[in-house]
């Protein structure tokens, strides 16, 4: 039997963050995109109830949660949404994540570095 999935997705949203290895970086702060889409079954008996789906607002919400704290790792980042969107959303069935960090300091000639967490049931 054919099944319709439905996908939900929040492109190049931009944090400043205390996010990197180097206690200056937590200091400073750094320029993130962060990306994340989910997919789940399409089951949609009224394409206008907002029940039906997941709210995008809600992913984003979780993005700034996680997005705020000091940490070292883009990591943990990715791997603190991806858990946060499967304790919350049993039904999602694929998850991706991309962390982006602008112009990272280490002296080289680099215009970004990217962490990728994906989740498959």
Same mark, same amino acid.
């Given at each position: 039997?054919?099944?319709?999935?439905?996908?939900?997705?929040?492109?190049?949203?931009?944090?400043?963050?205390?996010?990197?290895?180097?206690?200056?970086?937590?200091? @400073?702060?750094?320029? %993130?995109?962060?990306?994340?889409?989910?997919?789940? *079954?399409?089951?949609?008996?009224?394409?206008?109830?907002?029940?039906?789906?997941?709210?995008?607002?809600?992913?984003?919400?979780? @993005?700034?949660?996680?997005?705020?704290?000091?940490?070292?790792? @883009?990591?943990?980042?990715?791997?603190?949404? @991806?858990?946060?969107?499967?304790?919350?959303?049993?039904?999602?069935?694929?998850?991706?994540?991309?962390?982006?960090?602008?112009? *990272? *300091? %280490?002296?080289?000639?680099?215009?970004?570095?990217?962490?990728?967490?994906?989740?498959?049931?």
């Amino acid at each position: 039997m054919a099944q319709i999935t439905q996908k939900i997705a929040l492109d190049n949203v931009r944090f400043f963050s205390p996010i990197g290895f180097y206690e200056e970086e937590q200091l @400073l702060g750094n320029e %993130f995109f962060v990306n994340v889409s989910v997919s789940f *079954p399409f089951k949609n008996p009224d394409a206008e109830d907002l029940n039906n789906t997941l709210n995008y607002e809600d992913l984003y919400r979780i @993005l700034a949660e996680v997005m705020s704290p000091r940490r070292k790792l @883009l990591e943990s980042a990715a791997e603190d949404i @991806l858990n946060k969107l499967l304790e919350g959303y049993a039904y999602l069935e694929q998850i991706e994540v991309s962390i982006k960090k602008m112009n *990272p *300091p %280490f002296g080289g000639d680099l215009a970004n570095s990217v962490v990728s967490l994906s989740f498959q049931r």
